[in-house]
């Protein structure tokens, strides 16, 4: 049974590109989340897919925008980058939205903006 | 709003003492699950132990348990027989049932020494 796996590990972009961050969920696990974990604080929610339509959202502005696809791999993009975008994005997949069980986390992909 | 505080930013422990980590949370709703997750350097959140809100009792997962006290709003964590390989940042989390979003505290980072 494999974990969760997120590419790329690391990434510099600079302020106004677009970037996209990429998450293999676990195996069985139809559900991926996203989280933004700035430096020195705890992940925040961006938002959540399941069965390949976004599922609920945090406070991200819409320039943060997902896919879902049908084995269930997702991807982030972020758009016009600022530098406050500058974080660790984590990816959890589960077994449903609404789990009573915790989510599998990635190792997550350091953004870098400059 | 719905927050989460954890008013440690580090502890420390010696080798197989025991050390408690505190967590609390502010929510009007009754039904949620709390968590407490670890993020060693290796930056992947790892579920440690969780608790369903309508239980009362406490629960446990090897040589780490809770001290759930809902009417204060209170979840701690007890590691007991502290070993090199827990020191980690930890976070404290919930989510209400029903809903899709975990929220995290700022996280406490413990340090275990020889």
């Known amino acids: 049974e494999t974990g969760v796996t997120q590419s790329p590990t690391h990434l510099i972009k600079t302020r106004g590109q677009q970037v996209t961050l990429r998450c293999s969920s676990q195996s069985g696990h139809n559900t991926v989340s996203w989280y933004q974990q700035a430096l020195g604080q705890g992940p925040q929610f961006i938002f959540q897919y399941y069965r390949e339509e976004e599922n609920g959202r945090g406070n991200f502005p819409p320039r943060f925008s997902g896919l879902q696809f049908p084995n269930y791999s997702s991807e982030l993009n972020v758009n016009a980058l600022e530098l406050d975008d500058s974080a660790l994005y984590l990816c959890?997949?589960?077994?449903?939205?609404?789990?009573?069980?915790?989510?599998?986390f990635g190792s997550g992909t350091r953004l870098t903006v400059v | 709003a719905q927050t989460v505080t954890q008013s440690q930013p580090e502890m420390s422990v010696q080798e197989a003492e025991t050390v408690t980590l505190s967590c609390t949370y502010d929510?009007?709703?009754?039904?949620?699950?709390l968590f407490w997750y670890k993020q060693p350097p290796s930056r992947q959140m790892i579920l440690v132990i969780r608790q369903e809100a309508y239980k009362q009792q406490n629960a446990t997962e090897n040589r780490f348990s809770v001290n759930f006290q809902k009417a204060a709003k209170s979840f701690s964590l007890k590691i007991s027989d502290s070993q090199l390989g827990d020191a980690a940042m930890y976070f404290c989390a919930y989510r209400i049932y029903n809903t899709d979003k975990l929220i995290f505290g700022t996280g406490t980072r413990l340090q275990v020494f020889p």
């Open positions: 959890a997949s589960s077994l449903d939205p609404r789990t009573q069980y915790g989510y599998t």
């Open positions: 929510t009007s709703e009754s039904d949620y699950y």
